[in-house]
């Protein structure tokens, strides 16, 4: 009785999707974008909008600030736009891709957490490094931090050589929350992104590059990271519904780790790396031995013909290595996070 009742409970709540119905559609808020180009940015936009001196940051961004818990939604809660339903290779939690022919491709990734009770950094030596060595990368912002970084999330996004992720929007543990709890963290990232393209949209600099250069700049983030890499069945449904790849890694820098340092972070990547890798690393001022540990391993991983890709590349160059679970190296490792973070203030 009572498990017919919670069926029933269950199967009325409000999915958060588009219209599926393209008649619908025209009227109707939330329309499937066309398959995105894999674009990521505009350099006339990036150079128009800031000065390179900017663009550069400095040690007081790196900066992580203890606050009260704050669980203000964004201004906008529903994205405007929404991305086409995922085809079935890419609906489980990704950790690596088969390039085709066996390419030396690898995507860098840079989890930028934010969660109720904190304001974390941005680490400007990482973003610095690969402006300065032209590497690409992706960068997962949890929706809070794009509110509280609202220039560097413009500067990321109008990049051309990263793509920004969603990281859900206050870094909730998505295998305790359900529902409404856990798609609003994912849809309120997706909305705070819309909001400050909008933002940056309306500036004259962006005005004077065209709409041509504009449109470099994907309307939406294409990728997802789950925060503590744990995830539900339900999540994964969720994310293949609205057309976000749930993107895990094969490498781990263990950057958190307060003693970790740039020379083992290096060794671990060089150990690890092969064709369609995805390295998991932080640029919100978390990481230990990141920044220094780029110019330890990217000559060498160039020299080795490795080339660096967007992840929304990557997911293009080959088919993807897919686990129904998702987990830091081997299933069930992270479950762990649930007694930490699971009740966390929403
Ligand atoms: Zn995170």
Request: some cysteine.
């Amino acid at each position: 009785m009572r498990k017919w009742a919670a069926i029933l409970i269950l199967s009325a709540l409000p999915l958060q999707v588009p219209a599926q119905n393209p008649a619908a559609c025209s009227e109707a808020q939330f329309c499937p974008l066309d398959p995105p180009e894999p674009v990521f940015g505009s350099s006339t936009i990036l150079a128009g909008c800031w000065t390179s001196r900017e663009l550069q940051g400095s040690a007081a961004d790196k900066k992580i600030r203890r606050t009260a818990v704050n669980t203000k939604p964004p201004s906008r809660q529903m994205p405007k736009n929404f991305l086409p339903p995922l085809s079935p290779e890419l609906q489980n939690s990704i950790r690596q891709v088969h390039p085709a022919s066996g390419k030396k491709v690898a995507a860098l990734t840079f989890d930028l957490c934010e969660r109720a009770n904190e304001i974390t950094g941005y680490d400007y030596r990482v973003v610095n490094y690969l402006r300065q060595n032209k590497i690409k990368a992706t960068f997962f912002a949890s929706g809070k931090w794009m509110r509280d970084h609202p220039e560097q999330t413009m500067q990321l996004m109008a990049d051309p050589l990263f793509e920004l992720g969603n990281h859900a929007w206050t870094h909730d543990d998505l295998r305790i929350d359900q529902g409404i709890k856990m798609e609003d963290q994912i849809l309120w990232t997706q909305a705070q992104y819309e909001l400050l393209r909008e933002q940056l949209q309306a500036r004259p600099c962006v005005a004077k590059a065209g709409e041509s250069e504009l449109a470099k700049i994907p309307k939406l983030p294409l990728v997802f990271r789950f925060p503590y890499g744990v995830c539900s069945p339900e999540a994964l449904a969720y994310l293949a519904q609205i057309g976000l790849p749930a993107i895990q890694w094969n490498i781990v820098t263990a950057d958190p780790a307060q003693n970790r340092t740039a020379a083992a972070i290096a060794r671990e990547v060089l150990k690890k790396i092969s064709p369609g890798s995805i390295i998991i690393a932080h640029a919100n001022g978390l990481g230990h031995g990141t920044s220094q540990s780029l110019p330890l391993f990217i000559p060498s991983l160039k020299k080795m013909g490795y080339e660096f890709v967007t992840v929304s590349e990557l997911l293009t160059s080959g088919p993807a290595l897919a686990a129904k679970d998702c987990y830091e190296l081997k299933p069930g490792d992270n479950h762990g996070y649930d007694k930490i973070y699971g009740k966390q203030p929403k």
